[in-house]
């Protein structure tokens, strides 16, 4: 395959992606191409919409949703055009392992995941413009799984490459904050769905559209599948390594690996089907949709902010100590939940020990800081899987994180038509603090991709 396959590609590679006489004379100097800047943005927005479709169902109020497209669309039938993520994010799990090894993978996994996003969202939209008729109508219900679908199958391809994207393009003083804004972007779209959840419905489904145009013309016009020279050593290495060597060498003993991703991958799982639950945990208590928005979209935003302030700082001052990093973002991210646990009616107690049903600001500082913890981690998690799994490549390591991920997000929104709410509100909170220890005890450091 070529790696200039979009139509604008062989025009503006000369300018946006230089081939400097220098480097084909002395293979330790990498040259970062100006062009992995567009490339991320471009990344970083369909992952952004990715997400914000798959939360759309989710953002909304129940009571509104349920007015809108009728008496079709009962609880069931809402849980499952939320699950659609998880349980395809499982099934095409492998099928994007496969991909992303394959020659120009991260290409190839953008370039699909953009197609199916936006073709996801144009026709679970087709309903919405056809009158209310129409869109309560059995017809209407299979576009609208059938788009969540589409939208679905994009996930691991988007998800499970964020590493793959930072080393093939991004030096090693960047690695980290590349990796950090592209897997933010995807919590950025939950973030987005809060905010945009009481406002219009149609409106929210057209801006899908919209925004799913902008990275499908993309990849269609001008998007290189790679850097014309190695940005770092490790990427470098990479490109003499046949993809079968890379699979072949998971069969090796990689004990940390499956603990580290094993135990955050189910936390990171759990904690997006928590945050699918907080219009079930916040309205009991008498907090408002709006406010139940604003709260979401607090805790959504500050991870994704704090995810990006602290890559770069781990990229300047604190490179190869990641443990360190998780441990600590997880105990703060465990005691501010902790405490928004106790300041809510939960199964243990009806009358909170610290009653804040009053003060919402109180709530959204409390998520604040739990969201600012959990993004800072996030990051890490997928940039340490990668060390710790070379020379296997960056899309297996991100891949099976994201499978696991999918898995547990799947069995905590199943749980909970079994469990209330503010069950899965304490079990959150004591769970953290296990896989906290997990990490701290199970999993020992090893850098393997080398430094150039």
Not at 116 to 140: C, K, M, S, Y
Not at 141 to 149: A, C, D, K, M, R
Not at 333 to 339: D, E, I, T
């Amino acid at each position: 395959m070529s790696s200039d396959v979009p139509l604008l590609n062989p025009l503006l590679n000369p300018l946006l992606n230089p081939n400097p006489s220098d480097t084909n004379h002395n293979p330790h100097h990498y040259t970062a191409s100006p062009t992995r800047w567009y490339i991320l943005l471009v990344a970083s927005l369909l992952s952004l919409n990715q997400s914000a479709t798959w939360f759309t169902f989710s953002s909304v109020n129940p009571d509104t949703i349920h007015y809108f497209f009728g008496a079709k669309l009962n609880e069931d039938v809402l849980g499952l055009l939320l699950n659609w993520g998880p349980i395809i994010g499982v099934f095409s799990a492998p099928f994007q392992f496969w991909l992303s090894g394959r020659n120009n993978g991260l290409y190839w996994s953008i370039f699909l995941a953009a197609w199916l996003v936006f073709f996801g969202n144009i026709i679970r939209t087709i309903p919405l413009l056809l009158g209310e008729t129409f869109r309560q109508g059995d017809f209407a219900f299979y576009l609208y799984q059938t788009g969540q679908i589409l939208n679905a199958i994009a996930g691991p391809l988007v998800m499970g490459t964020v590493t793959q994207l930072s080393i093939l393009w991004f030096p090693e003083n960047e690695r980290v904050l590349a990796t950090s804004i592209f897997q933010t972007s995807n919590g950025m779209g939950t973030a987005v769905g809060f905010l945009a959840g009481p406002g219009s419905i149609t409106s929210l489904f057209i801006f899908g559209v919209i925004l799913g145009f902008i990275p499908a013309l993309c990849v269609s016009t001008y998007f290189p599948a790679k850097p014309a020279h190695a940005p770092n050593a490790a990427a470098a290495t990479q490109s003499t390594t046949s993809s079968t060597t890379k699979f072949q060498d998971l069969t090796t003993p990689r004990t940390p690996y499956f603990i580290l991703v094993v135990s955050t991958g189910i936390l990171t799982g759990v904690y997006y089907g928590w945050q699918g639950l907080l219009q079930e945990i916040l309205s009991p208590a008498g907090v408002t949709e709006d406010s139940v928005g604003w709260i979401g979209f607090s805790n959504s935003f500050a991870a994704n902010i704090s995810c990006i302030v602290v890559g770069r700082m781990v990229d300047l001052f604190f490179a190869r100590r990641l443990k360190t990093a998780i441990v600590f973002g997880y105990t703060v991210f465990g005691l501010s939940l902790c405490v928004f646990t106790l300041a809510l009616p939960c199964f243990l107690w009806e009358d909170p020990p610290f009653d804040m049903t009053e003060n919402v600001p109180g709530l959204v500082g409390l998520l604040l800081i739990s969201g600012v913890a959990q993004g800072a981690v996030s990051p890490l998690i997928y940039e340490l899987a990668a060390e710790l799994l070379y020379p296997v490549s960056e899309g297996l390591s991100g891949g099976i994180l994201v499978l696991i991920l999918n898995g547990s997000c799947f069995a905590t929104i199943f749980l909970k038509d079994f469990l209330d709410a503010n069950v899965m509100n304490f079990a959150m909170s004591c769970f953290i603090f296990v896989v906290t220890l997990v990490v701290f005890f199970g999993v020992k450091e090893t850098y393997r991709r080398p430094l150039g």
